[in-house]
């Protein structure tokens, strides 16, 4: 058993053990507090709202791990979204078909990654700091957003488009799968392929990559590149739950990504964390939300509690650490 | 004690200790150790990293408690231990190895603010501090200008402010942490002068360090600990380098020069006229296979800027570079690492190996593609490739896991130079390869070395102490101001010969 759990722990990682611990206080808090918590209904309202932020946080994910940062994933996404809308409308609105959204689909990616593109060749060219970077690109994107919508909502999307974000397959939510799927693609571009060795060896000591031979300007610019297409991704699912887009919709979710992933145990100066504990972290984050509605809590307090939240998993960490030094101090 | 009795024996010692005994977690830092300064005597205490020097001068200083027994006795005074604030107000001064500096501020702020802090009225007082700090460092015999911020002194001028700090505190004793380790020749002589003005005038120095060299040059006793106990006490008059050594490992180094026929032995690498001006110029050499190659020369010869530009990172103005027949320019060290070049960084902290990341993933970093299963990264392959390595070089580590920083110099220096041969190099460059490495543990290094030149490999071995490359390389070029001024066999020259070349 011991040896099954060890397993898991390597496989999983150190960071696993927070998030897990804060999933399970919130189960059994609510469980309690909340007699309806457990049930289909609360799970559905966290699937649902799950993506957005997710995806998001995704996308604020490698650039953190590089030891960066991209505080122009919301407007990447919007911009996104903003691409896709205006190629429906040009197709003929609410009548638009399957192929303009596929279309549309893929300029709102590569407008995504475009946004990502710039950056990362301002940071891995110049050395600028990514906070400078990406925030340049966020005011950008936002003045720009705001210039061609004239700060309205573009909306007139294909009915299916709208279908889609709330269909299920095997009862599963659509942007749920998305977003899963995207968990996937992430987590295995870290732990097995080159770009995300990279990343982490960039994260902790970017000179030391580069003397090992390592082409560091060129997995910086990937990263955020990759990055902004995640962005795009959100963007899309964005569209399809709201039915239009706005700029600056989402926007309250930009410093929500950096806590999941501190939450999900990332470290905040690059280097180290896993795509898993942060996925866990979310959903920490989600249930917390939806349960606190449940009992008829105000949302604006459900914010409130995130942020506790979070200084109280500062303070145990802290409190494990010094534990950890006097366990091995007294061998 | 009394065999110990030296020419100063006549005063009574500052500081004795006697009896000290510290455990850690189950493993005794320091076992029965006694220790003895004289006034304004310039002691030595040597040892291997983990030999417990470091636990000893935070005995004195009063950062740990030793166990009960222990007897201090300090300028006349005994105690069962220590406090801070009894061995800060006794004039006992420690300089630690990083200097615990501010680099943004003033050279005046630096020396003096422990004066000022928390004096009433609570406002700085600059005048004071600059009168106080340009009083310290003229105590050394020093000028510097005090109103410059720190960051504009070279490391030298930097140790020299955290002497003076020390100094402001009335030090009776100062204990002095590796002080000469990131220093070029001409610096540490500086810094020995000043050490010995230091002891003219009362102040006894208690100097901790790795380079034998300076240790015979400046003290008039060594103390050799090794794994927390005391070896014994020794007068410097009469110590030899390879004594402390033995002294220090516990083990007989048999020190010869090679003798290896490389005549007919093809070449390797072959630089002619390479120049990069303001770093080097017309640098001409040739590397044959299986051949070790010494580059010696202070600090500033260039010698790191040529390993650089044969490893692509920096782009020559002129010459040739001819790697195993084909001519070759490198436009990044991607290029020179697939064409078979390998440099061993001289900085394995910052530049050589990736510290806070796991053991394996440094030593796989340069060869990721040997690990690629259809685009993947393996971890069989990475594991057994790792095994293989940790194996062949007689690497000693935890978990393959842990962090890289958690190894000793030695072993870190191990997984770095397998990181490159993991590569499949045909030229190694070494850039001291044995800076931070424990005497001990050189020799190890050496022995790898030595069989990988053997193996066929042509290696460059960069050092600014002489008797390495001497005892470690088929030939010895001689590097000063960016040329090569000088070439020796080391089996035709003496030591002595080329030190007093290098060293002039």
Known sequence: MTVLIDRARNALGPELAGPLAAFAVVMVVFGIAAPNFLSRATFGSVAFQLPELGLLTLAMLLPILTGGLNLAITFTANMAGLTLAWVLQSQGGVDAGIGAFVLGSVLAVAVGALSGLIMGLVIAHTKAHPILVSLSMMIFLRGLGEFLTRGGDVSGIPGFLARIGYSSIFGIPVPLLIFIASVLVWHLLLTRMKLGFNTYMIGSNIEATRYSGINTRKVQILVYTLSGAMCAVAGIIMLARFNSVRVGHGESYLLITVLACFLGGVNPFGGFGRVIPVFVALVVLQLLSSGLNLMGANQHLATAVWGILMITVMILRWLAGRLKFLNTNRG | ?504
């Not at chain 2, 504009?152 to 020299?160: C, L, M, T, V």
Request: with cysteine; glycine share 10%.
């Open chain 2, 1 to 504: 004690m009394a065999d110990q009795a030296l020419d100063g024996a006549a005063s009574r010692p500052l500081l004795s200790l006697r009896n000290v005994n510290m455990t850690f977690g189950g493993v005794k830092a320091l076992k029965n150790v006694s220790f003895e300064v004289l006034p304004g005597e310039v002691h030595c205490m040597a040892g291997e990293n983990g030999s417990g020097k470091s636990t000893l001068i935070k005995v004195i200083t009063g950062v740990y408690k030793p166990e009960a027994g222990a007897v201090i006795n300090y300028d006349g005074q005994s105690y069962s231990h220590m406090s801070p604030v009894a061995a800060q107000a006794g004039g006992i001064q420690v300089i630690w190895q990083d200097l615990a500096l501010f680099p943004e501020m003033t050279v005046a702020e630096n020396i003096a603010f422990q004066t000022v802090i928390g004096r009433w009225p609570r406002l700085v007082n600059y005048a004071e501090m600059r009168r106080v700090a340009t009083n310290a460092l003229q105590r050394l015999g020093v000028t510097l200008d005090v109103d410059l911020a720190l960051n504009h002194f070279p490391i030298a001028q930097r140790q020299i402010v955290a002497i003076a700090r020390a100094l402001v505190g009335q030090a009776k004793l100062v204990f002095m942490d590796e002080p000469t380790a990131s220093l070029t020749q001409s610096e540490t002589d500086y810094l020995l002068d000043i050490v010995r003005n230091l002891s003219a005038s009362g102040v006894a120095v208690v100097f901790v360090s790795h380079r034998l060299a300076e240790v015979l040059e400046i003290s008039s006793r060594v103390t050799v600990l090794r794994d927390g106990g005391l070896v014994g006490v020794y007068p410097t008059k009469g110590l030899t380098q390879s004594r402390i050594t033995e002294l220090m490992t516990g083990k007989t180094f048999g020190y010869s020069v090679l003798r290896r026929d490389l005549g007919t032995s093809p070449v390797m690498l072959e630089v002619k006229g390479l120049s990069r001006p303001g770093e080097f110029q017309d640098v001409s050499l040739t590397v044959r296979r299986g051949e070790t190659l010494g580059i010696t020369g202070l600090l500033g010869a260039g010698r790191t800027e040529l390993a650089l530009t044969l490893f692509g990172m920096r782009k020559p103005k002129s010459g040739s570079v001819v790697l195993d027949g084909n001519p070759v320019r490198f436009s990044s060290n991607r290029d020179a690492i697939a064409a078979g070049v390998a440099y061993l960084s001289e900085d394995r902290l910052s530049l050589g190996l990736i510290q806070p990341q796991a053991i394996a993933d440094n030593m796989v970093i340069a060869s990721l593609d040997k690990i690629l299963s259809r685009g993947f990264i393996s971890s069989d392959r990475k594991r057994s490739l790792v095994n293989r390595w940790i194996g062949d070089l007689g690497v000693k580590i935890g978990k393959q896991d842990d962090a890289i920083s958690t190894l000793s110099g030695g072993n870190q220096q191990r997984v770095a130079i397998a990181k490159w041969l993991a590569t499949d190099p045909k030229l190694l460059i070494l850039d001291a390869p044995t800076v931070g490495v424990d005497v001990g543990a050189r020799a190890g290094i050496f022995d790898i070395v030595s069989k990988l030149a053997d193996s066929g490999l042509a290696i460059i071995l960069i050092s600014d102490e002489v008797p390495e490359v001497y005892f470690n390389a088929d030939r010895v070029l001689h590097m000063a101001q960016g040329r090569i001024v000088g070439e020796y066999a080391p089996g035709a020259t003496t030591l002595q010969t080329i030190e007093e070349a290098v060293y002039a």
